[in-house]
């Protein structure tokens, strides 16, 4: 299965470069931050195309995963549907074309006959990326596509790709918010099993090119299937002493916060935006653990980072499963699974990860975590 892992290198890439694309060419750009400035008449189209931008780089993953893996194509999930009504109440469906020509023809149905914007897009969606440097030489993966699914986030952290506020980033410092929060997730799960075996992210505003000033990408990636533990990112060293560090969100409930600042102290609780994001700072050691007491994320949100941290020896729990747990941390019934719906949801709400999570990277860390939630939540 190397070679799976070296398309979604290369699909994550093209998702990286529409990404890009739609925030450097302007006609795209307009449509994406129209909703500042438009009227109420526009807010139904631009809020298509921000979700445009999504589906169509979910699509080009679906095709291009397809065409090389045929038995993966029932099984490939995402965020979006593929339905759009456009402005004229005409119901479209979006797909990557055989040709770009016939691309941009049907995305310029949705985008309101603007064939300038279409064109800008099927051009990044037909485009091939440049070679990936991965070291995927030599890996073997025992498992086959017909054993596989796929969880696609096309754009993780929308809102803060549309508010899209540059950062510099700095070695070893975790940034709250900003383009860099914005990833594409690709994450691939085992069908009878559910866990994570394999997953790329792509970050595609890592850097800016001082020579040009545009905008570079950066990609992470692990396997984890049975005795092959392989990760892009080498294990963080943990400072002697350095106390542990927890990221949340923005949004978590005061009772957790306050619980966490009593066990880390305030200036080890950090907070960022993007659920993916969060995980890849558990990845990096930014952060030891990232908590969530609320069923906001999805299995698309999880899946890829959860399989770079089984690969380092971490992973990602059901929060509420671990704080019932009898066994505790050991237990694997606790870690978070991919191949099955809540069936007393509806829509999205049916892959949620309904209990919250912890990520981390060492089970050690995240005993200490659960002790001090135990009786908040
Ligand atoms: C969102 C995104 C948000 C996150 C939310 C996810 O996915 O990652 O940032 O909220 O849970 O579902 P928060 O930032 O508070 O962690 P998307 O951007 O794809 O909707
Ligand atoms: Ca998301």
Excluded at 94 to 111: G, I, K, N, P, Y
Excluded at 153 to 168: F, M
């Amino acid at each position: 299965m190397a070679d799976l892992l070296r398309l979604l290198l290369r699909v994550a890439e093209k998702a990286a470069n529409v990404a890009r694309v739609c925030r450097q060419e302007a006609p795209l750009f307009q449509l994406l931050v129209q909703e500042k400035t438009g009227d109420d008449k526009n807010k139904k189209f631009v809020q298509d195309f921000k979700t445009l931008a999504d589906v169509v780089i979910q699509e080009m993953i679906r095709h291009d995963v397809g065409a090389q893996f045929p038995e993966m194509a029932g099984f490939i999930h995402g965020e979006e549907s593929n339905k759009f009504e456009n402005g004229l109440g005409e119901c479209v469906t979006v797909t990557v074309c055989s040709t770009e020509e016939e691309t941009a023809a049907l995305l310029a149905t949705v985008l309101g006959g603007d064939h300038t914007a279409a064109s800008l897009l099927a051009r990044a969606i037909h485009q091939d990326p440049a070679t990936i440097a991965a070291d995927t030489d030599g890996l073997a993966v025992p498992l086959s596509p017909s054993e596989l699914g796929i969880w696609i986030d096309p754009i993780d952290a929308t809102s803060q790709y549309i508010e899209g506020r540059e950062e510099v980033l700095e070695e070893g410092r975790l940034f709250p918010s900003g383009l860099h929060c914005a990833l594409v997730l690709i994450g691939v799960y085992l069908r009878s099993t559910g866990e994570p075996v394999m997953g790329v992210i792509n970050q595609p505003f890592n850097y800016k090119d001082p020579a040009g000033g545009r905008w570079k990408g950066k990609h992470f990636w692990g396997v984890s299937c049975g005795s092959i533990n392989v990760c892009s990112v080498s294990r963080p060293k943990d400072g002697p002493g350095a106390g542990l560090s927890v990221v949340l969100s923005s949004s978590e409930k005061p009772v957790v916060k306050d619980a966490l600042t009593s066990l880390c102290g305030p200036d080890k609780l950090m907070f960022a935006s993007g659920a993916g994001y969060k995980i890849l700072c558990v990845i990096q050691g930014l952060a030891d653990v990232y908590v969530l007491s609320e069923g906001s994320t999805f299995k698309w949100d999880s899946c890829a980072p959860h399989a770079l941290l089984r690969a380092l020896g971490g992973g990602v729990v059901d929060l509420n499963k671990c704080l019932q747990s009898s066994s505790g941390v050991q237990d694997p019934q606790i870690e978070l699974t991919y191949h099955q719906p809540n069936t007393e949801r509806k829509g999205a709400e049916r892959w949620a990860n309904h209990g919250g999570l912890v990520a981390y990277r060492d089970s050690s860390q995240l005993r200490s975590i659960i002790g001090p939630l135990k009786d908040k939540l």
